[in-house]
């Protein structure tokens, strides 16, 4: 039987890079190839695995995206949420593969239910479900609800063109990832490096807001799910275009919770002067970081019941549990003055 071919791209970023590493581990069988922007970033990943295929180029590049995904059965796009053009150019490709089109797995993230109505650091009430609440996530306004744009664009394009599409949206990640190139994403490693520079512990008001969590592993075993599913040739349980959107969550966490787990590793390492943990103003905040009052200010609570439908479970350890081997990894990366993002 002819293995299924799979084009990826982010794996020089935390959650591409850890799913390619897993993937490759589950299917050696299958056939990949793998998206980077620069001749270094080839090397590197040849060096680990020589017997995949490496396309040089980025979503900017249409003829490249096109060309790589007209030849692949599966394409796990998980360079960006917010890169409208890239995305559609991959379904584009997807719809001349032959003798059927392949399938699309596009990253998005719960950002989009982002909720601050009752004012920053304050918890919401609603709870998103993606299976209660799936035409009402699919047709979300575009403005003002961060990625929905670009999910929109995927899922007209996948429509248009007879591409089945799944959108898998994640909600905080955490954990170290082992890819080839990137260990750590966005909220959690900002956040860290923001208090170490900053000297003490911060949160946003009274940071009761809460966000839903999930292991990077855990993460993994969603994407690789389903494009399990999608090299079947019936596509699988799985489903695709509006009703193909997961969240991908185990459970709600507190804000809180985190400002206090890093203040209390971060003196304990010597790092910061004091486990107190303050109080700041929004604006304050986004005085530290443009969107760190939205960030660690606001919830995001997305529950993901179509995965576990699948027979997906998230079984790793919690934030809190893998928050200190994270604080570690970024004091280190500090004092080597290496890059953390």
Not at 59 to 67: G, Q, S, W
Not at 122 to 135: F, G, K, L, M
Not at 138 to 148: D, F, Q
Not at 239 to 246: A, S, T, V
């Amino acid at each position: 039987m002819r293995q299924p071919k799979v084009f990826l791209t982010g794996v020089s970023g935390y959650v591409g890079g850890h799913l390619f590493v897993r993937l490759v581990q589950k299917h050696p069988e299958w056939n990949y190839s793998v998206l980077v922007r620069t001749e270094k970033q080839a090397v590197d990943i040849l060096a680990k695995y020589p017997d995949i295929e490496v396309v040089i180029g980025d979503l900017d590049n249409k003829d490249i995206l096109v060309k790589a995904a007209s030849t692949a059965d599966i394409v796990l796009q998980l360079a960006s949420a917010d890169h409208l053009s890239g995305a559609v150019s991959l379904v584009e490709g997807l719809s001349q593969g032959q003798p059927a089109p392949g399938k699309l797995i596009h990253i998005s993230g719960t950002g989009m239910v982002l909720d601050v109505s009752k004012g920053f650091g304050i918890v919401s009430d609603r709870t998103w479900n993606d299976v209660d609440d799936i035409e009402e996530i699919t047709s979300l306004p575009l403005e003002g609800h961060v990625h929905r744009d670009v999910d929109e664009a995927v899922l007209e394009a996948g429509e248009r063109l007879h591409v089945p599409v799944a959108i898998i949206s994640p909600c905080t990640i955490h954990g170290l990832g082992q890819g080839p190139l990137k260990s750590m994403g966005f909220s959690v490693g900002e956040y860290i490096e923001k208090v170490i520079d900053r000297g003490r512990g911060f949160q946003v008001a009274e940071a009761q807001n809460q966000w839903h969590q999930i292991h990077i592993d855990d993460c993994a075993d969603a994407f690789i799910l389903l494009a399990e599913e999608a090299a079947k040739p019936d596509e699988g349980k799985a489903q695709w275009g509006r009703k193909g959107y997961y969240f991908a969550e185990s459970s709600p966490y507190d804000l809180k919770d985190i400002a206090e787990t890093v203040a209390q590793v971060l003196y304990k390492l010597g790092k910061i002067s004091s486990q107190r943990v303050d109080k700041l103003s929004q604006e304050d905040v986004s005085a530290i970081h443009p969107i760190g009052h939205f960030v660690w200010g606001g919830n995001s609570k997305a529950r993901g019941d179509r995965l576990r439908a699948l027979g997906w479970k998230p079984t790793r350890p919690d934030i809190l549990a893998t928050l200190p081997e994270v604080v570690k990894f970024v004091v280190k990366l500090k004092e080597e003055k290496s890059t953390i993002m």
